[in-house]
Protein backbone atom coordinates (compact mmCIF):
# COMPACT_ATOMS: atom_id res chain seq x y z
CA UNK A 1 0.00 0.00 0.00
CA UNK A 2 1.19 3.68 -0.87
CA UNK A 3 2.08 5.86 1.93
CA UNK A 4 0.85 9.57 1.65
CA UNK A 5 1.80 12.29 4.31
CA UNK A 6 0.28 15.54 4.30
CA UNK A 7 0.85 19.38 6.00
CA UNK A 8 -0.40 20.85 7.70
CA UNK A 9 -2.01 18.09 10.21
CA UNK A 10 -4.41 20.81 10.86
CA UNK A 11 -4.76 24.73 11.12
CA UNK A 12 -6.54 27.33 12.36
CA UNK A 13 -6.99 29.94 9.66
CA UNK A 14 -8.77 33.43 9.46
CA UNK A 15 -11.51 34.43 6.74
CA UNK A 16 -10.46 36.13 3.99
CA UNK A 17 -6.97 34.11 3.98
CA UNK A 18 -5.32 31.01 1.89
CA UNK A 19 -3.91 27.95 2.78
CA UNK A 20 -1.98 25.12 1.07
CA UNK A 21 -1.79 21.76 2.06
CA UNK A 22 0.75 19.75 0.87
CA UNK A 23 0.28 16.15 0.20
CA UNK A 24 2.94 13.43 -0.82
CA UNK A 25 3.06 10.09 -1.71
CA UNK A 26 5.93 7.73 -1.29
CA UNK A 27 6.09 5.80 -5.12
CA UNK A 28 4.87 7.79 -8.44
CA UNK A 29 1.44 7.77 -9.23
CA UNK A 30 -0.57 9.29 -12.25
CA UNK A 31 -3.66 10.44 -10.37
CA UNK A 32 -4.12 11.95 -7.08
CA UNK A 33 -7.59 12.78 -5.91
CA UNK A 34 -8.40 15.77 -3.55
CA UNK A 35 -11.46 15.18 -0.77
CA UNK A 36 -13.14 17.33 1.44
CA UNK A 37 -14.66 16.10 4.33
CA UNK A 38 -17.13 18.38 6.18
CA UNK A 39 -18.24 18.21 10.16
CA UNK A 40 -20.29 14.90 10.35
CA UNK A 41 -20.64 14.20 6.47
CA UNK A 42 -18.77 11.82 3.83
CA UNK A 43 -16.44 12.34 1.43
CA UNK A 44 -16.74 14.43 -1.40
CA UNK A 45 -14.65 14.38 -4.29
CA UNK A 46 -13.01 18.20 -5.40
CA UNK A 47 -10.41 17.44 -7.85
CA UNK A 48 -8.56 14.47 -9.65
CA UNK A 49 -5.16 15.98 -10.21
CA UNK A 50 -2.59 14.38 -13.26
CA UNK A 51 0.63 15.25 -13.78
CA UNK A 52 1.45 17.57 -16.58
CA UNK A 53 -1.72 18.50 -17.01
CA UNK A 54 -4.93 20.91 -15.67
CA UNK A 55 -7.00 19.63 -12.92
CA UNK A 56 -10.04 18.20 -13.39
CA UNK A 57 -12.67 19.52 -11.17
CA UNK A 58 -16.22 17.87 -9.84
CA UNK A 59 -19.27 19.81 -10.09
CA UNK A 60 -19.41 22.51 -7.37
CA UNK A 61 -15.72 23.09 -6.83
CA UNK A 62 -13.99 25.78 -9.05
CA UNK A 63 -10.18 26.21 -9.61
CA UNK A 64 -10.48 29.78 -8.55
CA UNK A 65 -11.61 28.30 -5.01
CA UNK A 66 -9.36 25.00 -5.15
CA UNK A 67 -6.41 25.72 -7.37
CA UNK A 68 -4.55 22.38 -7.25
CA UNK A 69 -0.83 21.58 -8.62
CA UNK A 70 1.13 18.43 -9.62
CA UNK A 71 4.34 19.26 -10.47
CA UNK A 72 5.48 15.57 -10.18
CA UNK A 73 4.41 11.93 -9.92
CA UNK A 74 4.43 11.90 -6.22
CA UNK A 75 3.41 15.37 -4.66
CA UNK A 76 0.32 18.02 -5.21
CA UNK A 77 -1.28 20.44 -3.45
CA UNK A 78 -4.13 21.93 -2.75
CA UNK A 79 -4.82 25.86 -1.81
CA UNK A 80 -8.14 26.63 0.10
CA UNK A 81 -8.34 30.60 -1.48
CA UNK A 82 -10.47 33.49 0.42
CA UNK A 83 -11.53 31.02 3.08
CA UNK A 84 -14.68 31.51 4.76
CA UNK A 85 -16.14 29.26 7.80
CA UNK A 86 -17.80 27.01 5.44
CA UNK A 87 -14.73 26.13 4.37
CA UNK A 88 -13.79 24.28 7.35
CA UNK A 89 -13.95 20.57 7.44
CA UNK A 90 -10.91 17.99 6.53
CA UNK A 91 -9.06 17.95 3.61
CA UNK A 92 -8.07 14.74 2.26
CA UNK A 93 -5.64 13.52 -0.80
CA UNK A 94 -5.79 9.66 -2.18
CA UNK A 95 -4.12 7.38 -4.39
CA UNK A 96 -5.13 4.31 -6.29
CA UNK A 97 -3.89 1.28 -5.34
CA UNK A 98 -2.92 -1.59 -7.38
CA UNK A 99 -6.27 -2.79 -7.28
CA UNK A 100 -8.43 0.25 -8.22
CA UNK A 101 -8.36 0.53 -3.93
CA UNK A 102 -7.64 4.11 -2.79
CA UNK A 103 -5.29 4.67 0.38
CA UNK A 104 -6.07 7.89 1.79
CA UNK A 105 -3.49 10.51 3.58
CA UNK A 106 -4.01 11.44 7.54
CA UNK A 107 -6.03 14.43 6.83
CA UNK A 108 -6.05 18.35 6.82
CA UNK A 109 -8.22 19.79 10.01
CA UNK A 110 -9.19 23.08 8.81
CA UNK A 111 -10.99 25.40 10.96
CA UNK A 112 -12.30 28.95 9.19
CA UNK A 113 -12.41 31.74 12.12
CA UNK B 1 -25.37 8.91 -11.94
CA UNK B 2 -24.22 6.29 -9.13
CA UNK B 3 -25.53 6.98 -5.60
CA UNK B 4 -24.40 4.49 -2.09
CA UNK B 5 -27.11 4.67 1.02
CA UNK B 6 -25.89 3.60 4.48
CA UNK B 7 -28.93 3.28 6.13
CA UNK B 8 -27.66 2.90 9.64
CA UNK B 9 -26.12 6.03 11.23
CA UNK B 10 -25.12 5.05 13.91
CA UNK B 11 -25.01 1.45 15.57
CA UNK B 12 -23.30 -0.09 19.22
CA UNK B 13 -21.89 -3.95 19.66
CA UNK B 14 -20.82 -5.65 22.84
CA UNK B 15 -17.36 -6.56 22.14
CA UNK B 16 -17.07 -10.24 20.82
CA UNK B 17 -20.04 -10.33 19.35
CA UNK B 18 -20.60 -10.25 15.37
CA UNK B 19 -22.51 -6.93 13.80
CA UNK B 20 -23.35 -6.18 10.22
CA UNK B 21 -23.45 -2.70 8.49
CA UNK B 22 -25.78 -2.33 5.42
CA UNK B 23 -25.00 -0.97 2.68
CA UNK B 24 -27.27 -0.59 -0.86
CA UNK B 25 -26.07 1.69 -4.26
CA UNK B 26 -27.50 2.19 -7.09
CA UNK B 27 -25.63 1.94 -10.78
CA UNK B 28 -26.38 1.07 -14.37
CA UNK B 29 -23.20 -0.44 -14.76
CA UNK B 30 -22.34 -4.47 -14.83
CA UNK B 31 -18.96 -4.10 -13.81
CA UNK B 32 -17.74 -2.42 -10.60
CA UNK B 33 -15.96 -2.46 -7.63
CA UNK B 34 -17.26 -2.35 -4.01
CA UNK B 35 -15.43 -1.32 -0.85
CA UNK B 36 -15.42 -0.65 2.97
CA UNK B 37 -13.62 1.91 4.69
CA UNK B 38 -13.21 2.24 8.07
CA UNK B 39 -12.17 5.94 9.65
CA UNK B 40 -11.07 5.87 13.61
CA UNK B 41 -11.30 9.15 15.44
CA UNK B 42 -8.00 9.60 14.18
CA UNK B 43 -9.44 10.00 11.40
CA UNK B 44 -7.23 8.18 9.13
CA UNK B 45 -8.93 6.25 6.46
CA UNK B 46 -8.27 2.33 6.44
CA UNK B 47 -9.33 -0.22 3.32
CA UNK B 48 -11.39 -3.28 4.98
CA UNK B 49 -12.28 -5.19 2.36
CA UNK B 50 -13.09 -5.32 -1.44
CA UNK B 51 -15.30 -7.26 -3.55
CA UNK B 52 -15.16 -7.09 -6.93
CA UNK B 53 -18.85 -7.10 -8.79
CA UNK B 54 -18.12 -9.67 -11.57
CA UNK B 55 -16.67 -11.95 -8.53
CA UNK B 56 -19.70 -14.55 -7.21
CA UNK B 57 -17.64 -15.39 -4.17
CA UNK B 58 -18.03 -13.27 -1.30
CA UNK B 59 -14.96 -11.08 0.20
CA UNK B 60 -13.51 -12.34 3.34
CA UNK B 61 -10.14 -10.42 5.16
CA UNK B 62 -10.25 -12.19 8.85
CA UNK B 63 -12.72 -11.31 10.61
CA UNK B 64 -14.42 -9.04 7.88
CA UNK B 65 -16.61 -10.20 5.68
CA UNK B 66 -19.06 -9.11 3.26
CA UNK B 67 -22.88 -10.58 1.98
CA UNK B 68 -22.71 -9.08 -1.56
CA UNK B 69 -26.14 -9.13 -3.27
CA UNK B 70 -25.81 -7.79 -6.81
CA UNK B 71 -29.46 -8.70 -8.00
CA UNK B 72 -30.44 -6.29 -4.73
CA UNK B 73 -27.68 -3.85 -5.09
CA UNK B 74 -26.85 -5.08 -2.01
CA UNK B 75 -23.18 -5.17 0.00
CA UNK B 76 -23.37 -5.44 3.53
CA UNK B 77 -19.96 -5.77 6.03
CA UNK B 78 -20.32 -8.69 9.09
CA UNK B 79 -17.78 -8.04 11.79
CA UNK B 80 -17.33 -10.95 13.91
CA UNK B 81 -16.12 -11.17 17.26
CA UNK B 82 -15.73 -7.67 17.51
CA UNK B 83 -12.95 -5.83 19.20
CA UNK B 84 -12.76 -2.42 21.18
CA UNK B 85 -10.31 -0.72 18.29
CA UNK B 86 -13.06 -1.63 15.71
CA UNK B 87 -14.95 1.23 16.57
CA UNK B 88 -15.27 3.81 13.92
CA UNK B 89 -17.04 5.42 11.14
CA UNK B 90 -17.65 2.97 8.30
CA UNK B 91 -17.98 4.12 5.22
CA UNK B 92 -19.39 2.09 2.36
CA UNK B 93 -17.71 2.86 -1.62
CA UNK B 94 -18.38 2.39 -5.53
CA UNK B 95 -16.18 2.84 -7.69
CA UNK B 96 -16.69 2.03 -11.35
CA UNK B 97 -14.60 -0.11 -13.49
CA UNK B 98 -13.96 2.47 -16.16
CA UNK B 99 -13.67 5.18 -13.76
CA UNK B 100 -11.93 6.91 -11.05
CA UNK B 101 -13.89 8.05 -9.05
CA UNK B 102 -15.44 6.85 -5.93
CA UNK B 103 -18.84 7.48 -4.63
CA UNK B 104 -19.15 7.43 -1.09
CA UNK B 105 -22.46 6.51 1.77
CA UNK B 106 -22.61 8.87 4.21
CA UNK B 107 -21.14 6.63 6.97
CA UNK B 108 -22.22 4.64 10.26
CA UNK B 109 -20.67 4.98 13.27
CA UNK B 110 -19.93 1.95 14.77
CA UNK B 111 -19.37 1.71 18.49
CA UNK B 112 -18.09 -1.49 20.33
CA UNK B 113 -19.08 -1.85 23.95
CA UNK B 114 -16.96 -3.01 26.61
Known amino acids: SAVISQKPSRDICQRGTSLTIQCQVDSQVTMMFWYRQQPGQSLTLIATANQGSEATYESGFVIDKFPISRPNLTFSTLTVSNMSPEDSSIYLC??????????FGPGTRLTVT | AQTVTQSQPEMSVQEAETVTLSCTYDTSENNYYLFWYKQPPSRQMILVIRQEAYKQQNATENRFSVNFQKAAKSFSLKISDSQLGDTAMYFCAFMKNTGNQFYFGTGTSLTVIP
Open chain 1, 94 to 103: SVHGPSYEQY
